[in-house]
């Protein structure tokens, strides 16, 4: 455990019911677990779209924080602040002010060889007082000057607007576009625009470049991402950095403004040959021309239609072959259950990565095979249905629901990129899965509607096999902490301890 989850969770996991962490998250948190879809809408601001950023001399005043009458969120804060500083470090978090300290300045190792060639021409034109020394002197200082003074004016009267995807995909990189508007007179030269990170590793970033921008004129930048992990992804603010005129120096601008993302887990191709479904499940009829009872339409025949299909009075009417066209029936429902509870000692949510993948590669197989599928975990559920266009609309529903999955026996780590309420509703959550595992309960599934009978997949961590209370099913996937499938048994029995 690191020092950072060691100082915030001084009861971990193994005693979470102790007094203190019963009173402080009974006390003023509600009881109603946090959905997936909620949080979406509270992270990343409900789709409204990014507003303008206008670069300015200085910022105002920061508000001063009011500090939480929880002390769950407090001792989240005091986490937050104390792995700033870890990444950091002094100085730097000093200098990330932008009330104090409006410019960011890096000398260049151009500019270090200039001013060491100024340090050198000052000390030689004092000690001899040639005037010829002092030209240069003034010369090498003004080249300095007028360096600072044209990279200023650069940064000026500029206008950012994000223009990003909501969504990403864990391991690939997705282009950022960000728009440069020119709001001056001047043309704006050498502009490199990314998102900050402080220090965070679960995310790659790249800047975007613009080379020239003419005065009241709109450019772009494309900026890179590439998530580490899946799951909600935070950035600490947009840098817009200028290195003109003569490379002497990179004067930078920061803007505390996160943006937000959805990073969505990738999916592991997983073949499984699904049984036992044909006769349960909701008859349910798709719109995807096959086999099936139901009339679709009349088209002309092609090479390899079959000749029960020929409507041999249409064909006689329009002197060609004309064949029937049937409707697909999709009369199989899956309903995927997720016993997403953590497989080690860890409380990184990351761990799950692996997993999240396998089941949406599970979900995938299921929907190749004509499932109407469903998924349910102990944080949600997504309602079933077939992927009848073959659009793969209902996968990316179910990798959305993926992607907010933390370790349900776990609470999430302080820096897990949710709003205070909805991250002490997790913690509640976690807290309230570890009581009923260590009671040997039945776990709480998030209620799921169905129409009928379904075809039940539990997927489950094998080390966490000796876990009571996942209900009946009727085909049983066991994971390891990779991710990978170590057996798979059809049965449909109600657990009442170990399989």
């Known amino acids: 455990m690191s020092p950072i989850a060691r100082h915030f969770y001084p009861p971990y996991c193994p005693n979470l019911a102790a007094p203190r962490w019963r009173a402080g998250l009974l006390r003023s948190m509600p009881t109603t677990p946090p959905s997936p879809v909620t949080a979406a809408a509270t992270v990343l601001g409900g789709g409204r779209p990014s507003r303008r950023i206008r670069v300015q001399w200085r910022d105002p005043r920061p508000p001063k924080r009011t500090t939480s009458s929880d002390p769950i969120l407090r001792n989240r804060h005091k986490a937050l602040a104390a792995l700033r500083r870890l990444r950091l470090g002094f100085w730097r978090s000093l200098g990330r002010s932008n009330y104090l300290f409006p410019r960011k300045l890096v000398v260049t190792r151009e500019g270090k060889w200039i001013i060491g060639i100024a340090l050198l021409l000052g000390g030689a034109a004092v000690n001899t007082g040639n005037n ?13 000057a007028i360096s600072g003074m044209l990279s200023e004016w650069c940064l000026r009267d500029l206008e950012l607007l994000r223009c990003y995807p909501p969504e990403l995909v864990q391991g690939q990189v997705t282009l950022l576009r960000i728009e440069v508007f020119n709001d001056k007179a001047r043309a704006a030269l050498h502009l490199e625009i990314g998102e900050v990170l402080d220090g965070a590793t679960d995310v790659q970033v790249r800047a975007g470049f613009v080379l020239q921008l003419g005065p009241r004129e709109v450019g772009q930048a494309f900026a890179a991402m590439r998530p580490l ?5 935070a950035t600490s603010g947009l840098q817009l950095t200028t290195a003109y005129p003569f490379g002497f120096a990179q004067k930078s601008r920061l803007f505390d403004e996160p943006a937000y993302f959805l990073a969505l887990p990738t999916v592991t191709p997983t073949v499984l040959n699904w049984r ?14 096959g086999q099936g009872d139901s009339f ?38 899956a309903v995927v259950r997720f016993a997403h509870l953590s497989p080690s000692a860890s409380s990184d949510p990351a761990t799950l ?21 469903a998924i349910q975990t102990f944080a949600g559920s997504v309602a079933a249905q077939a992927d009848v266009l073959g659009r793969g609309e209902q996968l990316l529903r179910i990798r959305r629901h ?30 309230q899965v570890h ?12 209620p799921l509607s169905l129409n009928g009978a379904a075809e039940i997949v539990l997927v489950r961590f094998a080390s966490r096999a000796q876990v009571h209370g996942y209900g009946a099913f009727d085909t049983l996937i066991e994971l390891d902490s990779a991710g990978d499938i170590l057996t798979v048994a059809q049965a449909r029995q109600p657990l009442a301890g170990a399989a």
């Open 132 to 144: 010829l020394l002092y030209l240069m002197l003034s010369l090498a200082i003004s080249v300095i």
């Open 229 to 233: 992990r899946r799951g909600p992804l």
């Open 276 to 289: 036992g479904a044909q006769d349960r499940g909701a008859s349910e009829i798709s719109r995807r021309i």
């Open 296 to 333: 679709a339409g009349l088209r002309d025949a092609r090479p390899g239609d079959a000749q029960r299909d020929i409507y041999w009075k249409a064909s006689a009417r329009r002197q060609r072959l004309i064949v029937r066209e049937w409707q697909a029936e999709a009369n199989r429902v």
């Open 353 to 373: 990565d692996a997993a999240c993948a396998r089941v949406a590669g599970i979900c995938e197989s299921l929907l190749a095979a004509q499932f109407a599928v």
């Open 402 to 431: 993926l992607a907010w999955l933390t370790l349900a026996d776990q609470p999430p780590p302080p820096q897990w990129p949710l709003d205070d309420l909805p991250w002490a509703q997790a913690v509640h959550q976690a807290y």
């Open 435 to 446: 009581q009923t595992v260590t009671n040997g309960d039945l776990l709480p599934w998030a």
